[in-house]
């Protein structure tokens, strides 16, 4: 879903830059999202890995994981012309990089949210063990 | 309530049965964590076998096909295979905490997201482990969250 969103809001601001007057029939611009959906999806491969990942080894596949998100979308959306040519492309890369740290920062704040919980609940479990103890 | 208390031989193993009408009532889970407080699993070090209190542990974990067995400041060898050691926690306060890691939440002292996407769990003696998303449910159903 957040990636859904992502790619939604980047190809919203694409057109709007780039092309504001483009018409798009529904079911094909919803279509064009969902295929770029599946393949960031799946582009998450990359992490799989029998063993836990190290930091170093995270970054590594992060790096990949943007990469092999650039050779695809880059000529599937030139395809379905999101992008012409010249500073387009490069407008275009900067997007799936932004929708990429985008997803991170997401993922993120989530995740300390997650954490802001569990350490309030260790916290009180604390206190309740000492003032048991008391 | 009645309390029966049977003494056996040293050759029998200890065991506790408690029959209750919730098993999720207080009185219970103390009685499981005392219980649990008593499990121990056995260390190697240097040469010499020691037996651990599942309730000193602060984590197990598999490296290269070895098992080690983490306290406060000593770090022991184990047999056991993670499997094992997630069985032989059941009903404890440890949990499995990524691929090759289960940790005693006991010893959290905090955690913090970390930018991989998964969370770092500080320990009350300083060491920092990852904690996986995919079993920080767990560890939220434990402390109840």
Same mark, same amino acid.
């Given at each position: ?12 601001f ?9 018409e798009?029939?529904?079911v ?13 999806l ?32 880059l ?16 407008i ?27 350490n ?7 206190l ?7 | ?13 200890e065991e ?19 219980a649990?407080?008593?499990?121990t %699993? ?8 020691? #037996?651990?209190k /599942? =309730?000193?542990a &602060?984590?197990?974990?598999?490296v ?37 890691? %289960?940790?005693n ?6 955690? #913090?997201?970390? /930018? =991989?996407?998964? &969370? ?9 482990v ?16």
């Amino acid at each position: 879903m957040t990636i859904y969103g992502i790619i939604m809001l980047c190809t919203f601001f694409m057109c709007l830059l780039f092309n504001p007057a483009s018409e798009l029939p529904v079911v094909t611009f919803f279509g064009r999202i969902m295929v770029f959906t599946l393949i960031a999806l799946l582009s998450l491969a990359v992490y799989y890995s029998k063993e836990e990942l190290t930091v170093k080894a995270w970054w590594v596949r992060t790096v990949l994981h943007l990469l092999l998100l650039e050779a695809v979308l880059l000529p599937l959306a030139h395809y379905w012309g999101f992008w012409q040519s010249g500073t387009d492309i490069l407008i275009y890369a900067g997007f799936i990089l932004l929708a990429e740290a985008l997803w991170h920062l997401v993922d993120y704040s989530i995740n300390a949210k997650t954490a802001a919980q569990i350490n309030e609940r260790i916290r009180k479990n604390r206190l309740e063990k000492k003032t048991g103890k008391e | 309530m009645k309390v029966t208390v049977e003494q056996i031989g040293r050759q029998c193993e200890e065991e506790l049965i408690v029959r209750c009408h919730d098993p999720g009532a207080d009185w219970v889970e103390s009685v499981r964590e005392a219980a649990s407080g008593q499990q121990t %699993v056995c260390g190697w070090r240097e040469g010499v076998l020691y #037996r651990l209190k /599942l =309730s000193e542990a &602060f984590y197990f974990e598999v490296v290269d096909d070895r098992s080690f067995v983490y306290t406060q400041a000593e770090v022991f060898e184990a047999k056991e295979k993670l499997y094992e050691f997630e069985r032989l926690c059941t009903g404890s306060t440890l949990f499995r905490c990524s691929k090759s890691m %289960v940790l005693n939440a006991e010893k959290i002292d905090y955690v #913090r997201p970390s /930018l =991989s996407g998964r &969370f770092e769990a500080v320990l009350s003696n300083g060491e920092k482990v990852i904690v996986s998303r995919k079993y920080v449910a767990d560890l939220k159903r434990m402390l109840g969250v």
